[in-house]
């Protein structure tokens, strides 16, 4: 079972006999990468806080450039000459760039969005930048990232005006095929079309009909995690892992939460990217089982134990809460170190669940997963539902 091609293949290992969790091996030109997995986000080539070799050392097998800022600085002559951005930035496995689509909300102030692309003001020079389907693929060719992403027309996923909602879902799938023809280097990296469709049933299930028309080697689920309430985001997920080619790697765009992670792969999502691990330790919160420790509260000044008795990642292995707080949010080695553990937290998290998958236990994970993180037994709904959809109970412990 999977999708073959000189760019990535994939094949499905084990899948869960009560969901549609799945483990799988998907094998790109700089690495094999085991899914389920999760994608730190390294925007402007590198990682805030951590060096490659670090993430390396933390068994990260694949990271995210932005190709908008890249693109920016230092810009496709400079990556050009350094003969790519893996060169550049020493990065010797797997990278993903996004389209620089997403800046049509981040920088919605700056942007105008027409049918021939996006026209942005430069958060860093003011001068005007047209990026087209067409250019955003010549930066990502540029770049040379394993798996690179369409220019899609992003809207925020709480805007509610219908007509501009489906004028975006329809003009990605316009933009698609410019991408598609656009792409020089089909051979060495791999377009994923980006479903669109916000929160309407009828338009995303079009977008990923259009979409699985396309000979692509997978498929990203866009326009979620945006501010939208948890009922209305995972049913979206499960629509479109339902429909996408279940032969075909699926990733999830912008999720990064534990919970959101463990329920995801349920519904059938292979990959995930965010900057939470790495924003949230800039704010000296690192992440357990059962949450997140803020560090910077008063109880940690004289807490002489690790972050985690169970993790073993060196921020662990030599420092304590105590020093942690005494440093955290004033020094910046503080921001590297709770980086080390957020990130190691993530990959250990994404092995459990693929050593779950492929064992059989993914539903009796889940339900200890959730029982610890809500030792209270006040399960929230929508995690009782998104979970009894794909035939998982959750039993209070």
Request: aromatic content about 8%; glycine content about 8%; hydrophobic content about 35%.
């Amino acid at each position: 079972m999977g999708s073959k091609s000189l760019a990535l293949s994939f094949h499905v290992q084990a899948e869960c006999k009560t969901s549609r969790a799945r483990a799988g091996i998907m094998k790109l030109p700089h690495y094999e990468v085991k899914t389920p997995v999760f994608m730190p986000v390294g925007t402007q080539g590198t990682m805030k806080g951590l060096l490659p070799e670090q993430l390396e050392c933390l068994d990260c097998e694949i990271i995210l450039g932005n190709t908008y800022h890249l693109g920016n600085r230092p810009g496709t002559d400079v990556l050009e000459k350094a003969g790519g951005l893996h060169k550049f930035m020493s990065w010797n496995r797997a990278l993903l760039t996004d389209s620089g689509g997403f800046q049509m909300v981040s920088l919605l102030k700056l942007a105008e969005i027409t049918e021939e692309g996006v026209k942005f003001k430069s958060p860093y020079d003011n001068s005007e930048i047209m990026l087209t389907p067409e250019k955003s693929i010549e930066i990502q060719n540029c770049i040379g990232a394993d798996i690179i992403m369409q220019l899609d027309d992003v809207v925020q996923t709480t805007f509610q005006d219908y007509d501009r909602i489906k004028e975006a879902t329809e003009r990605t799938s316009r933009w698609l095929d410019r991408c598609l023809k656009a792409h020089k280097r089909p051979s060495e990296q791999s377009i994923f079309p980006i479903v669109q469709g916000l929160l309407d049933r009828e338009l995303r299930e079009k977008s990923a009909r259009d979409h699985m028309s396309k000979d692509v080697n997978g498929f990203a689920i866009g326009g979620l995690s945006g501010g939208e309430a948890k009922d209305e985001f995972w049913p979206m997920v499960s629509l479109s892992t339902g429909l996408l080619d279940k032969n075909r790697p699926r990733y999830l765009m912008g999720v990064g939460l534990a919970i959101d992670l463990v329920i995801c792969v349920a519904l059938g999502v292979d990959m995930f990217d965010c900057v939470y691990p790495t924003r949230t330790a800039r704010f000296g919160c690192a992440l357990i089982n059962t949450g997140q420790l803020n560090l910077r509260q008063k109880q940690y000044e004289t807490d002489l134990n690790p972050i985690d008795d169970d993790c073993s990642c060196s921020t662990c292995r030599n420092y304590t809460r105590a020093y942690l707080h005494a440093i955290v949010t004033v020094e910046t080695v503080a921001c590297h170190l709770i980086s080390v553990h957020n990130i190691a937290f993530q990959m250990r998290l994404m092995q459990t669940i693929r050593d779950n998958i492929e064992r059989g236990t993914f539903p009796q994970f889940v339900n200890k997963f959730v029982n610890e993180l809500y030792s209270n037994g006040d399960f929230p709904p929508w995690i009782i539902n998104s979970l009894s959809s794909v035939g998982i109970s959750i039993v209070k412990k």
